[in-house]
C-alpha cells in the first residue's frame, strides 16, 4: 500500500461524508455478507457520523457468514436488520423453471445478487440512503461480480483498493479476526469460494490487476488477462445504437 492505512482510512470516510452532502441524501445502507469487504466498508460509512445501515439477507447462506454478520454489527454497534430472501428466492427460481428448465448454476446462483441489490434500493428509496458497493479493484477489473447485482450500487468507496490492501485496512479499523481469516466468497452456491472459482490466489490476482507479472506463471496472466477482457462489457454502460 503506497499511502499509510491510517491515511487512506481518514481519505475514504472524507470522500463517503461529501458524496452524502453533494447528493442531499441522509445516510448509508450496506449488505452485510459476513466477509471482509462488506464489514470494511460499513465499518467506513459507520465512521462519517451519518446514518448506516446494515442489511443482513441470507439467501440458504452459510451459518458461519450470517453469524460473522451479526457478530460486526453489535461489536461495531451498527444499526441492522435481517430480511431472509430464501423463500423469495426458492419461490422465484420454482417460477423460472416452469418455463425454463436449466441446470445452469451461475444462472441460478446469480438471481441472489439481484434478490439482495432489490432489497437494498427498496431500503434506500425509503429512508433517502445510498447504496454502497463493497466490491474492491481487484474484483471489479477482472468483473467478478454480478452484473445488475453486487455491482449495481450508488458509490465503491473500496474501488481504487487491491483485496490485500482492504485486509489492511481492516486490520487497523480491528475488523473481528473471523473476518478477516474467512476464505473470500459470495457463498452463491455450497463450498464457492472466490480462489477456487477464479482460479488463483488474492495475492497474484492484486499483482496482475496492477499490471505487475514478475515471478507470476505466464499460463496464469494469460488466463486472468483473458478474463478482464471478456468481462469489459461489466465496466461499461450498454451500448447505444448511435442514430445521429
Known amino acids: 500500500m503506497a499511502m499509510d492505512a491510517n491515511d487512506v482510512i481518514t481519505k475514504i470516510v472524507r470522500w463517503l461524508k461529501k ?36 442489511v443482513i439477507m441470507p439467501c440458504h447462506s452459510p451459518t458461519d457468514a450470517v453469524n460473522n454478520a451479526l457478530k460486526f454489527a453489535e461489536e461495531f454497534r451498527l444499526d441492522y436488520k435481517i430480511i431472509d430472501l430464501t423463500e423469495i428466492y426458492d419461490r422465484t427460481l420454482q417460477l423460472y423453471k416452469v418455463h425454463f428448465q436449466s441446470n445452469d448454476i451461475s444462472a441460478e446462483a446469480n ?29 471489479l477489473k477482472l468483473g467478478y461480480y454480478t452484473k445488475y447485482g453486487d455491482g449495481a450500487v450508488d458509490l465503491l468507496p473500496l474501488g481504487d483498493l487491491v483485496k490485500g490492501e482492504v ?19 459470495a457463498d452463491l452456491y455450497e463450498g464457492q469460494t472466490d480462489e477456487g472459482e477464479i482460479g488463483a490466489k488474492y495475492e497474484v490476482l492484486d499483482k496482475i490487476v496492477r499490471g505487475d507479472f514478475y515471478g507470476v506463471p505466464v499460463d496464469t496472466v494469460k488466463k486472468i488477462l483473458y478474463r478482464i477482457k471478456r468481462n469489459t462489457h461489466k465496466r461499461r454502460q450498454p451500448p447505444i445504437c448511435r442514430i445521429r
Do not use: H, W
Open 167 to 185: 485486509r489492511e485496512i481492516a486490520e487497523v479499523l480491528q475488523i473481528p479476526e473471523e473476518i478477516i481469516n474467512r476464505p473470500p466468497s
Open 111 to 139: 438471481i441472489k445478487p439481484r434478490l439482495r441489490m432489490t432489497t437494498l434500493y427498496y431500503v434506500a428509496n425509503t429512508l433517502s440512503y445510498l447504496v454502497v458497493g463493497t466490491a474492491n479493484y481487484t474484483e
Open 19 to 54: 458524496q452524502v452532502e453533494k447528493t442531499g441524501m441522509k445516510g448509508f445502507t450496506i449488505g452485510l455478507s459476513g466477509g471482509l469487504d462488506s464489514a470494511v466498508t460499513a465499518a467506513l460509512c459507520n465512521r462519517t457520523g451519518y446514518p448506516t445501515l446494515g
